[in-house]
């Protein structure tokens, strides 16, 4: 069988790389060559910094061995960012309070304590268990019965029913339990009892027919309790009612404070 015959393009191309070895040995190509690498040299920086990256980041082992912890650190720092967001937001919502308490206070001759609310209701059934909260301050820090308790703004959030050392129970102005010597916006004395009913509302009693009453009237503390300053808010006259033989008037008010968003109360020391 005859031999197959080389294409002549075939011994072109090897006497070119045979030249080219040559010349390469002999040093005619070094002008040639250092211009290439000039030339070609900020790509192949390039080039290696691109392979060192890709292999960092795609390293067999780092993809057999940490993309399950990869994933869990990633989502346990993701957690701990919410928590830390979470409690700015509630240091920042406590801040707010406080400042509105100080600009209460800014002005006024009262001896305010600071206590935060730490428990609404009691652990036992009754009518009024809910209509009771505790604060965080007890007999040490100065407080005792009979003391009056202010929101953030300044209404009237409730009266001290006892203490322990460290601990006040108290009662808000819709208990039952809670009661108070009550005075109209327009009065110099004191015009009847504001005693909370039903957890609902608190009434104002025992209001003498003289007295001149309207829907919308403030009631606010009259002063004649010991320990409980004059001209604190409990509410707003919401409705009107007299008695079967017309001797006392009385009124229904809603208290200005709002209960559920009661976290930080004041006390009124004596």
């Known amino acids: 069988m005859p031999a197959s015959r080389k294409s002549p393009i075939y011994y072109w191309f090897a006497g070119a790389f045979a030249a080219f070895i040559i010349f390469h040995f002999v040093g005619l190509l070094a002008p040639v060559e250092k211009?290439?690498?000039?030339?070609?040299?900020?790509?192949?920086?390039?080039?290696?910094?691109?392979?060192?990256?890709?292999?960092q980041t795609f390293s067999p082992a780092e993809l057999e061995n940490n993309p399950t912890?990869?994933?869990?650190?990633?989502?346990?720092?993701?957690?701990?960012?919410?928590?830390?967001?979470?409690r700015l937001r509630a240091l920042e919502q406590e801040n707010n309070v406080l400042r509105e308490h100080l600009s209460f206070f800014s002005n006024r001759a009262y001896r305010p304590i600071f206590a935060n609310v730490i428990a609404f209701g009691e652990n036992f059934v009754a009518p009024e268990s809910d209509q009771i909260y505790f604060l965080d301050r007890g007999a040490k820090d100065g407080l005792r019965p009979g003391l009056v308790v202010l929101d953030s703004r300044g209404a009237v959030a409730g009266k001290i029913l006892a203490v322990k050392d460290d601990i006040a129970r108290v009662c808000f102005p819709t208990s039952p339990q809670c009661q108070f010597a009550a005075a109209g916006e327009g009065s110099t004395g004191t015009i009847?009892?504001?005693?909370?009913?039903?957890?609902?509302?608190?009434?104002?009693?025992?209001?003498?027919?003289?007295?001149?009453?309207?829907?919308?009237?403030?009631i606010m503390t009259s002063g004649l309790e010991p320990g409980i300053p004059r001209g604190l808010v409990i509410g707003r006259i919401n409705r009107l009612t007299s008695s079967s033989n017309d001797v006392w008037q009385g009124a229904e008010i809603d208290p200005l404070s709002d209960f559920n968003q009661l976290t930080i109360a004041s006390v009124i020391l004596p």
């Open 69 to 86: 912890d990869k994933i869990k650190q990633l989502e346990e720092k993701i957690q701990g960012l919410i928590v830390e967001n979470a």
């Open 192 to 218: 009847g009892l504001a005693q909370g009913q039903l957890g609902l509302v608190t009434a104002v009693n025992f209001i003498p027919p003289g007295v001149a009453l309207k829907t919308g009237d403030i």
């Open 35 to 55: 211009s290439a690498r000039v030339t070609l040299r900020p790509f192949l920086k390039l080039f290696s910094s691109l392979n060192g990256s890709l292999r």
